[in-house]
């Protein structure tokens, strides 16, 4: 059994009954919220990158397919690559200024953050 099974099932052990079906807790499902209501923040980052610069932005809530296609927007118009991974979109390069404007320009609220 792999690992992510494992903790899908935390706290069964074993029983012994022969019918016994875990009951697995349904997840809440997250709804993305209007770009309004989003608050999200452009970094950049060189830490652990080979001194490369990257553009970050968190702050995202709702769906990982609405992120994706978020990030898909960005990349194509800062014509650069990047990916989107762990709630945030990472930017090859350091495109905070060109980034923001794009956000700002489709309604989310969006700031800089760090130095």
Do not use: H
């Given at each position: 059994?792999?690992?992510?099974?494992?903790r899908k099932r935390d706290g069964i052990v074993f029983s012994s009954n022969p019918?016994?079906?875990?009951?697995?807790?349904?997840?809440?499902?997250?709804?993305?919220?209007?770009?309004?209501?989003?608050?999200?923040?452009?970094?950049?980052?060189?830490?652990?990158?080979?001194?490369?610069?990257?553009?970050?932005?968190?702050?995202?809530?709702?769906?990982?397919?609405?992120?994706?296609?978020?990030?898909?927007?960005?990349?194509?118009?800062?014509?650069?690559?990047?990916?989107?991974?762990?709630?945030e979109i990472i930017l090859q390069g350091d495109f905070r200024d060109k980034a923001?404007?794009?956000?700002?320009?489709?309604?989310?609220?969006?700031?800089?953050?760090?130095?």
């Open positions: 059994m792999s690992k992510k099974n494992k019918d016994f079906e875990y009951n697995y807790e349904n997840k809440i499902k997250v709804s993305t919220l209007p770009p309004n209501k989003q608050d999200l923040r452009v970094t950049l980052d060189k830490k652990a990158r080979g001194g490369k610069k990257v553009t970050i932005v968190t702050g995202f809530i709702g769906k990982e397919s609405d992120l994706k296609i978020l990030g898909k927007d960005l990349k194509v118009k800062c014509g650069v690559g990047g990916t989107v991974k762990d709630g923001l404007g794009i956000l700002l320009d489709q309604g989310y609220k969006a700031k800089k953050s760090g130095g």
